[in-house]
RNA sequence: GGAGAGAUGACCGAGAGGCCGAAGGUGCUCGCCUGCUAAGCGAGUGUACGGCUUAAACCCGUACCGAGGGUUCGAAUCCCUCUCUCUCCGCCA
């Protein structure tokens, strides 16, 4: 959500977001209703205001002893027109608020301009692409070959993009879990939090995924539950309704939840693998910090997500978004593209965001500064890593001629100290 | 699932139809005092929206005592519904 003052004073501001995002939002009318919604309420609370005063009136005649029959008779009919006034207010409210949370937030000034993500910039590259003497199996191959991934039995089970992992398979993707989360716990300062995964109407509009997204998310029918679609959602949602403290910030978490998405725009696209499931699971970092700090902030979580790749010794390249692929409610978003020699292409592990103060102010996150005054933090966060991307990052990039695959060094504690799946 | 208790400001906690935005305490801010890893004294300290303002502060207005409805001229206070928390019983991974 943006400042309502924001939009009435420095629409021009806001309208160039739009533009430069591709965005279609109609601005005039949420424009106009802003402006009716405050005509009414400045006569809603005159009314109000002649209520309050008649009331005091009588009051005081009450306590002298004295009837106030007149008074009382004046405002009996005064209730049922606030009522009215009031009714017709919430109407306009409502529909005013409905459009305030569909539009998308202002990119930062350091985001390039581009329609889509042929205009994202490659800020850096780690390591290097590998150059084995043989033709590299893409991981759907090696896992059903090692009986460590079973694509068949999970359609069975459930449908299609589920995955049944097996065996050293499993272990694979514990042992990565375990190895992010102690990584970003020990070495990088994150506090481990373990949420709900499932959450509730309000925690979903909080982080922008509703109104607008709902087609995306499993939902439950009887409580309305959503299934989470990131660790994003609950972890944020923690100190949704709350002021805190300006010496707690900047607060760091990291999650391991599962993630669920129902994938609804990208009907046959990436259908083999372990690329795009409608299950998987992911380690995320979250950040609340002062708002002077965010971009500073963003830079470091960046990294933090980086070292994994880096400890994992896998080649891959960062990329800057572009305004016309930055997600709804991101000011500025870099992708961490992780090389897959198996597939021949760089994939998306990790997505890192500073939201500014967008989500605070859905989610009402504030914290009292020095001088007292109240303000609201900027949240961020970022894969530190999506797990089923890592596993065939690690399987594509550690596979070897005979289809076995070697276990990265700094996984091998998470796994009996084994050096091979075979 | 059954029975009961509760939900008040950053936190704890009074309050039971008009004098309550809400006592008292804690915390925090400022000042004084003292002087040493602390204490004492005094003052101040909610949020949101609307108006005023070039803008802000100030000021004015309105709302908010879990959420939503109702009764009433008037509700934190009375009634109804819902949500959540706690205790006991039952059941259960």
């Not at 609370?45 to 002649?50: F, L, R, T, Y």
């Not at 514990?174 to 020990?186: E, T, W």
């Not at 607060?251 to 299950?279: I, M, N, S, W």
């Not at 797990?387 to 990265?408: F, K």
Request: charged share 30%; net charge negative; hydrophobic share 35%.
């Amino acid at each position: 959500m943006l400042d309502p003052k924001l939009i009435r004073e420095k629409t021009d501001v806001v309208m160039e977001s739009l533009r430069k995002r591709g965005s279609v939002f109609d601005l005039e009318k949420l424009i106009r209703l802003d402006e009716l919604r405050r005509e009414l309420i400045r006569r809603v609370e005159a009314m109000k205001n002649q209520r309050n005063v008649t009331s005091d009136e009588i009051a005081r005649l009450k306590k002298s002893g004295v009837e106030a029959r007149e008074q009382i008779e004046q405002l009996r009919g005064l209730g049922k027109e606030i009522q009215k006034g009031e009714q017709e207010l919430k109407e306009v409210e409502e529909q005013w608020e409905f459009l305030s949370l569909e539009i998308p937030n202002i990119p930062h000034d350091s985001v390039p301009v581009g329609t889509g993500e042929e205009q994202n910039v490659v800020v850096r590259t780690w390591g290097e692409k590998p150059r084995p003497d043989f033709e590299p199996a893409a991981h759907w191959d090696l896992g059903e070959r090692l009986g460590i991934l079973d694509f068949k039995r999970a359609a069975k089970i459930t449908g299609s993009r589920f995955t049944l992992y097996k065996s050293h398979g499993a272990l694979l993707e514990r042992a990565l879990i375990n190895f992010m989360l102690d990584l970003h716990v020990r070495e990088h300062g994150y506090t481990e939090v373990l949420p709900p995964f499932m959450v509730n109407r309000d925690s979903m509009t909080a982080t922008g995924q509703l109104p607008k997204f709902e087609e995306e998310l499993f939902k439950l029918s009887d409580p309305d539950y959503f299934l989470i679609p990131t660790a994003e959602v609950p972890v944020t949602n923690i100190f949704r309704d709350e002021i805190l403290k300006e010496g707690d910030l900047p607060v760091k978490y990291v999650a391991y939840t599962p993630c669920f998405r129902k994938e609804a725009g990208a009907h046959g696209k990436d259908t083999r693998g372990l690329t795009r499931q409608h299950q998987f699971n992911k380690v995320e970092l979250v950040k609340f910090s002062l708002p002077q700090d965010s971009y500073p902030e963003l830079e470091s979580l960046l990294l933090d997500a980086e070292d994994v790749l880096k400890k994992l010794s896998i080649h891959y390249r960062v990329s800057l978004l572009s305004t016309g692929d930055l997600g709804f409610s991101s000011a500025k978003t870099y992708d961490i593209e992780v090389w897959l020699p198996g597939q021949n292409i760089y994939r998306e592990i990790s997505s890192c965001s500073n939201f500014g103060d967008f989500q605070a102010r859905r989610a009402k996150i504030r914290y009292k500064t020095g001088a007292g005054k109240t303000e609201f933090v900027h949240t961020l966060n970022g894969s530190g890593l999506a797990v089923g991307r890592t596993v065939m990052a690690v399987m594509e990039n550690y596979q070897q001629v005979d289809g076995s695959i070697m276990v990265p060094e700094v996984l091998r504690p998470y796994m009996y100290g084994m050096n091979t799946i075979l």
